[in-house]
Every structure is written in structure tokens, then in C-alpha cells.
């Protein structure tokens, strides 16, 4: 079982990118991964998640930098398991939350907090910047699986944050912290991604658009993060599946 197993994933002197751990809370719930980014003083949360692993995710981040100092915090969507802990965070540190444009009006119903706080990002992107002037890029991936939904690239670190793209889930106590063989990896990622990504059509767009960055490793919410090399299987496998509503006949069980 992964419990609290925090790793630094990338670390050059003034730039860390650091794996939260993960923790599966009972048989039914899947583990959510987190992410902080350390740039010099400032520091970004990705996907903080929601309010049962605030305890722990507040935690291991006091480990390595003062809740003052986390000045972003980024959501890839709207879920609950991403973003339900908003409230929670919003007591504790003097952040702006970046999301979708599509979902800032949602938000509010996970509690209440000041609309002032929240940067709405647009279809095309957009960047979180540092004050030096480093930047992380905010790349939209549409439909995989939120209406509006982001990741988002660290140059500095060539890490990809994807979110639920590249989610894996494994049985219980077969948690594995890296992608190992990808092709035995398909069983924990294929389910899921036929059911939960939309279609061919905005697997395939993503694809072209992150071919373009030079990716050393990708992050994903759920599950194993992959190496380079696993990253490239994956992406090949990726813009070739069918899901959502390619299979629209069989998930409503008329295939014919
Ligand atoms: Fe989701
Ligand atoms: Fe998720």
C-alpha cells in the first residue's frame, strides 16, 4: 500500500517539483496523487484534492516550504477528488486558484469564498509566472475527461502534469509507484480511459500539441507516474484508443 511516500522528482538548487505522496482511504476510494512546485520562495500546489486528504496533503507540504509562500494553486477541473478541498486551502494560504473559466462558477458551491481569488483560464491556455519570470505553461486538454480541462508543462523541470490523462488503477495493495512495462500497464489504464476520456478526436488533438514539448516525465493525478520512455508508449497508445462516445453502443449495452 502507498502511503505518504513523498519524493522529489526534480530538484536543481532553486527548483523542486515534489510528488505528494498518495493514499488509498478505503476499498472503494482511488488514491489521489499531489503535486507541489517549489520555484526559489514561491510555491504552487497542483490538484490539492479534496477535503478528506486535506490532514495529510497540508502536512507533507509544511515539510518543505511555509504555507505563505504557496502563491498558486492550479486545478486541472472541477471533481470533487481535484478540487473540493478550495475552502480548506483558502483558510490556511493567501493563494490564487487557476481553473477553467468553464467551472469558476461552480466552484463556489464547494464553500464560500471571495471570487477575487480565482483566475479564470481561457479554451487556449495560459501561464502561471513566477516573479523572477520563470513560467509553467497551462495547456488545455478539452473533453480528457472535464469540458474544460487543463494540465500543465514545467520547462524547468520537463514535467507534465496531466490530470486524469494517464490515470492508473490498481487492485488493492498492487500500487506501484513508477510505469515499469508499459504494455503491462494497459490493464490498470484501460478501463478507465474508455470510459472516462470523450473520444478519439480530443485524444488525437492533445497528442499533436504535447508532442511538442520535451517531456522527461509525466504526473498524472491517480496512480504511476511515467519515465520518458513510458511516457512516449503511452502517448502512442493514447492517440490511438478508442473511447467515450466511439463506443457509444457498447457502454449502453447494444452493440451491435
Ligand atoms: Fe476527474
Ligand atoms: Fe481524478
Request: hydrophobic residues 40%; aromatic residues 12%.
Amino acid at each position: 500500500m502507498l502511503n505518504n511516500n513523498v519524493i522529489t522528482l526534480f530538484d536543481n538548487g532553486e527548483h523542486k517539483f515534489i510528488f505528494l505522496g498518495s493514499e488509498r482511504k478505503s476499498i472503494e476510494s482511488i488514491p489521489t496523487n499531489q503535486y507541489l512546485i517549489i520555484h526559489k520562495e514561491e510555491g504552487v500546489l497542483l490538484d490539492p484534492g479534496g477535503v478528506h486528504v486535506f490532514p495529510r496533503v497540508l502536512a507533507s507540504v509544511v515539510e518543505f516550504i511555509d504555507l505563505g509562500k504557496i502563491k498558486h494553486i492550479f486545478y486541472t477541473h472541477q471533481d470533487p477528488d481535484v478540487s473540493s478541498g478550495i475552502t480548506l486551502w483558502d483558510t490556511v494560504v493567501d493563494a490564487k486558484f487557476y481553473i477553467s473559466k468553464l467551472w469558476e462558477r461552480f466552484l463556489p458551491h464547494f464553500g464560500v469564498f471571495k471570487n477575487d481569488k480565482i483566475v479564470p483560464i481561457e479554451d487556449k491556455g495560459g501561464k502561471i509566472k513566477f516573479k523572477d519570470g520563470e513560467e509553467l505553461i497551462i495547456i488545455p486538454a478539452h473533453f480528457l475527461h472535464s469540458t474544460g480541462n487543463l494540465i500543465l508543462y514545467d520547462p524547468l523541470s520537463k514535467i507534465l502534469f496531466s490530470g486524469d490523462i494517464g490515470v492508473s488503477v490498481f487492485p488493492k495493495n498492487q500500487e506501484k509507484i513508477y510505469v515499469e512495462n508499459f504494455n503491462e500497464h494497459i490493464k490498470y489504464i484501460e478501463e478507465f480511459h474508455k470510459r472516462y476520456m470523450s473520444s478519439n478526436i480530443a485524444c488525437k488533438k492533445l497528442a499533436s500539441i504535447i508532442k511538442k514539448y520535451d517531456i522527461d516525465q509525466m504526473v498524472p493525478q491517480h496512480g504511476a507516474i511515467y519515465k520518458k520512455q513510458q511516457f512516449n508508449e503511452f502517448l502512442k497508445w493514447f492517440e490511438n484508443i478508442k473511447c467515450g462516445i466511439d463506443l457509444i453502443d457498447s457502454i449502453y449495452g447494444n452493440e451491435k
